[in-house]
């Protein structure tokens, strides 16, 4: 804790990160009765303006709030779940996953447009190579192009006539209260999103603090971490970077956790799609123990279908 007693939260500074970790503060505020301060952390992710996947995929988000945890300049930081890397970083947990938001990727055009209605040779922006995929999939027309910045910045290629359309995640959308702006939504059974996608995750240091463990136990909420646990199980069983075309969508249905996971090629010609699904039963930590057994064996099959042969997945 802070020297007045205050819980420190770390978050980047860009708006949705404030958003986002603001909602968290307010929980965290709300449940421990602590007065809660907020810290902004600057990412290589943050100052750097090459492209995501030349910088090694959105790991680079996480790399210096994960420091400021471990040099005890904060005392939780929040991340947007895809954005971390699967490996477990040393010394750290990820101590809660609050009720995910919408998953969903949504797509914004001039005119309002829909994906199928933009002129043929349209140009459409997005730092996702899963997104390039999927776009050349249903549409090899299109121009497509790598884009960085926040999310009023990609917004204003669309409204200055430079693009015209992006795709973006429809949680951050909401977060910012900019979901007004979406021409469509892609639904998950035919556009699987990044794995984690929608979600936080509110990561501490592994020493147990007993006032901190009792506030995220309040705020985990258990379907949306079995979810993401399971999308997330898949990259790292492929031994993917976030950055991968990799596509993926759980869902828990009464005691039944469904996955459903697709690899690409990046022109978007071909891909490989596994689902499988599961009880889930126990303890929480059982449950998500059950749901990364079931995202690696998505990833087992779709490997021996010959996914490492058909993207680049590092």
Same mark, same amino acid.
């Given at each position: 804790m802070s020297a007045t007693?205050?819980?420190?939260?770390?978050t980047?500074?860009?708006a949705?990160?404030?958003?986002?970790?603001?909602q968290?503060?307010?929980?965290?505020r709300?449940v421990?009765?602590?007065e809660?301060?907020i810290v902004?952390v600057?990412t290589?992710?943050?100052t750097?303006?090459?492209?995501l996947s030349?910088l090694g995929?959105?790991?680079?988000?996480?790399?210096?709030l994960?420091e400021?945890?471990?040099a005890?300049?904060? /005392?939780?930081?929040?991340?947007?779940?895809?954005?971390?890397?699967?490996?477990?970083?040393p010394?750290?947990?990820?101590?809660?996953?609050?009720?995910?938001?919408?998953a969903?990727?949504?797509?914004?055009a001039r005119?309002?447009?829909?994906?199928?209605a933009?002129?043929e040779g349209a140009a459409?922006?997005?730092?996702?190579?899963?997104?390039?995929?999927?776009?050349?999939a249903?549409?090899? /027309?299109?121009d497509?192009?790598?884009i960085?910045?926040n999310?009023?910045?990609?917004?204003?290629?669309v409204d200055?006539?430079e693009?015209?359309?992006?795709v973006?995640?429809?949680a951050?959308? +909401?977060?910012?209260?900019?979901?007004?702006v979406?021409?469509?939504?892609?639904?998950?059974?035919?556009?699987p999103s990044a794995?984690?996608?929608?979600?936080l995750?509110?990561e501490g240091?592994?020493?147990?603090d007993?006032?901190l463990d009792r506030?995220?136990s309040?705020l985990?909420?258990?379907?949306s971490?079995?979810?993401?646990?399971?999308?997330?199980?898949v990259?790292?069983?492929?031994?993917a970077?976030?950055?991968a075309?990799? +596509?993926a969508?759980?869902?828990?249905?009464s005691?039944?956790?469904l996955?459903?996971a697709?690899?690409y090629?990046? /022109?978007?010609?071909?891909?490989?799609t596994?689902?499988?699904g599961l009880v889930?039963?126990?303890?929480?930590?059982e449950?998500e123990?059950?749901?990364?057994e079931?995202?690696s064996?998505?990833?087992?099959?779709?490997?021996?279908r010959?996914?490492?042969d058909?993207?680049?997945?590092r």
């Amino acid at each position: 804790m802070s020297a007045t007693g205050a819980i420190r939260i770390g978050t980047r500074g860009s708006a949705l990160a404030l958003a986002q970790t603001g909602q968290v503060a307010d929980r965290v505020r709300k449940v421990s009765g602590r007065e809660v301060e907020i810290v902004r952390v600057t990412t290589e992710g943050d100052t750097s303006r090459a492209s995501l996947s030349s910088l090694g995929g959105t790991g680079v988000f996480a790399s210096a709030l994960r420091e400021s945890l471990l040099a005890e300049e904060c /005392d939780l930081v929040v991340h947007s779940l895809k954005d971390l890397p699967t490996a477990a970083a040393p010394g750290l947990r990820i101590g809660a996953v609050p009720k995910r938001a919408d998953a969903r990727d949504a797509f914004i055009a001039r005119d309002g447009l829909t994906l199928e209605a933009l002129p043929e040779g349209a140009a459409v922006g997005t730092g996702s190579p899963r997104r390039v995929a999927q776009l050349r999939a249903r549409r090899p /027309d299109l121009d497509v192009r790598d884009i960085r910045g926040n999310i009023d910045t990609r917004i204003g290629f669309v409204d200055s006539g430079e693009l015209d359309a992006i795709v973006l995640a429809a949680a951050g959308l +909401g977060r910012l209260d900019r979901l007004e702006v979406v021409s469509e939504f892609f639904e998950l059974d035919e556009h699987p999103s990044a794995p984690g996608q929608g979600a936080l995750a509110i990561e501490g240091r592994a020493t147990s603090d007993p006032e901190l463990d009792r506030v995220l136990s309040t705020l985990d909420h258990g379907p949306s971490r079995q979810t993401s646990a399971a999308e997330r199980a898949v990259l790292a069983r492929l031994e993917a970077g976030c950055a991968a075309p990799v +596509g993926a969508s759980a869902i828990v249905d009464s005691e039944l956790l469904l996955l459903t996971a697709t690899v690409y090629s990046i /022109d978007g010609s071909q891909s490989l799609t596994a689902s499988h699904g599961l009880v889930l039963e126990g303890s929480p930590a059982e449950r998500e123990a059950l749901a990364v057994e079931l995202g690696s064996r998505a990833a087992d099959e779709l490997l021996k279908r010959g996914a490492a042969d058909l993207a680049p997945l590092r």
